[in-house]
């Protein structure tokens, strides 16, 4: 538990700590509340990330098996919620400055294989014969 003489020590002056009315006891985010917080949220990292390739007219999928592996890393590294935007960058940072250049790229889908660097990304193009079709590159 948090005392008064550790926000000293931390650097924080006694004027605000006595401000501090509430003490409270806080437990390890676990795998399902770390997904929770990559979808859930107004501004989730899922959301983001989903919105920077929708600027390429690209469409990202992340399995919710994928996510799954996400946040046990998170767990497993104890980084918590805050290591979710290094793993997640750390996945697609590749696909983020590659992808632009790949005009016939409509989508991106990430699995849990992908995320544990087993497997590339699965990428769907459109075939340029004929727009309706996908055609699909597992490389």
């Not at 989903?50 to 980084?79: G, S, W």
């Not at 805050?82 to 400055?97: A, P, Q, T, V």
Request: glycine share 2%; hydrophobic share 45%.
């Amino acid at each position: 538990m948090l005392e008064n003489e550790d926000l000293l020590k931390f650097g924080m002056i006694p004027e605000f700590i006595g401000r501090l009315p509430v003490c409270a006891t806080l437990e390890e985010l676990d795998d399902k509340m770390l997904i929770r917080i990559m979808k859930e949220p107004k501004n989730a990292i899922i959301k983001q990330f989903e919105l920077l390739f929708k600027m390429d007219n690209i469409e990202l999928e992340i399995k919710n098996d994928a996510l799954l592996e996400i946040a046990n890393l998170a767990v497993k590294h104890n980084t918590g919620a805050r290591g979710l935007r290094s793993i997640m960058e750390n996945l697609l940072i590749d696909l983020m400055f590659e992808s632009p250049d790949q005009k016939e790229l409509k989508k991106i889908v990430i699995n849990s294989e992908v995320v544990k660097k087993m497997s590339q990304p699965i990428l769907l193009f459109a075939n340029k014969d004929n727009n309706q079709k996908l055609a699909v590159n597992k490389s």
